[in-house]
């Protein structure tokens, strides 16, 4: 069983569109978010504390909101300037910009305790943030300074989903989080019904990757 790791429904209910029946299910647990520039250090190693709380195979997703005319402001720290700022203050930064081109990125981060053969997608092979969060030290029982993750990292497979977009002023009713300012294709995500905004969605290019990987898997 393949557990998808997050407090939101919603998104197993997405992977299921891409998934056998029956092959996913919801694991509810708070791993450790660390700081980081890119998405990928932060899904693998969150996928890397699940696997080893779960002992079975896990899925982590990180996501956010890229606008290039702020240098990929907020990106990694969407979901916090959602919560401190608000989406309506990004607008008002992003309203004066020339440049209000954006982009909806996510990383997908497998882990199962094995290893993985080359492929076209990338594998993080070492918890390289973990290990300079921690300093140099001496490995002990529990790996280095007590953190297993830098004795022994395990190997995760990176799944990347992009939509491009453009900011704009909030528009429409549904969705959640930065939909009614995102823009692609004439339409906000919030004015889209929830099959289309799927159909286009970052998270949903990306499980489309992991599905037709892991269906050999």
Request: aromatic content about 10%; proline content about 6%.
């Amino acid at each position: 069983m393949l557990r998808y790791v997050t407090t939101n429904p919603g998104k197993v209910r997405e992977a299921e569109r891409y998934l056998a029946d029956g092959s996913v299910s919801q694991l509810n647990f708070d791993y450790t978010e660390i700081q980081a520039a890119e998405l990928a250090p932060i899904a693998a190693r969150g996928a890397r504390e699940a696997y080893r709380e779960a002992g079975e195979p896990v899925l982590v997703d990180d996501a956010g909101l890229f606008v290039e005319g702020i240098d990929g402001f907020p990106g990694p720290y969407s979901s916090y300037v959602e919560d401190t700022l608000g989406i309506d203050r990004v607008w008002e930064v992003a309203r004066s910009l020339e440049d209000r081109r954006a982009a909806f990125r996510c990383t997908l981060a497998y882990c199962d305790g094995e290893g993985f053969a080359a492929s076209p997608d990338p594998v993080d092979r070492g918890d390289r943030v973990a290990a300079a969060a921690a300093g140099p030290g001496d490995a002990n029982a529990d790996g280095v300074d007590g953190d297993p993750e830098r004795a022994d990292p395990l190997p995760v497979k990176l799944f990347e989903g992009y939509v491009p977009g453009r900011i704009v002023a909030p528009r429409g009713d549904g969705g959640f989080g930065y939909d009614p300012i995102f823009e692609h294709d004439g339409e906000t995500f919030a004015e889209m019904d929830t099959d289309r905004k799927n159909a286009v969605s970052h998270r949903g290019r990306a499980l489309e990757k992991f599905a037709e990987w892991y269906a050999d898997r």
